[in-house]
């Protein structure tokens, strides 16, 4: 018997399915790529997470968790695109297309 997570009640159910997730792993469709044009900010919930799909202006599209590492402001509500960056709304913190964090409006930059 294999331990997986059930993503229904949250919790780790034992699986007589040889070691596979619950669901297979690979490539989901969140949108179409016409969906989501430059400069496009599009929230959802998917997989039983809140995500922001947005999509730079050099054209790669991105997914990230919806709320801010900083103070937990949700980005599909207000976050803006900025370049190739995702703009939360609350402090203006930009996070690029891998969510790391790579420029703020205070002088002392970004944080670690």
Do not use: I, N
């Amino acid at each position: 018997m294999s331990r997986h997570l059930d993503v229904a009640s949250g919790g780790a159910v034992s699986s007589p399915r040889l070691g596979l997730p619950p669901f297979p792993t690979g490539w989901y469709v969140l949108c179409f790529s016409a969906e989501l044009p430059k400069g496009t900010v599009r929230r959802g919930t998917y997989f039983g997470r809140e995500l922001v799909l947005f999509r730079g202006q050099g054209g790669r599209a991105a997914v990230v968790d919806a709320h801010c590492p900083h103070m937990g402001a949700h980005m599909g509500h207000g976050g803006t695109v900025v370049g190739d960056t995702l703009r939360c709304p609350f402090h203006g913190f930009c996070f690029d297309a891998d969510g790391t964090c790579v420029s703020t409006p205070y002088p002392s930059g970004r944080p670690p």
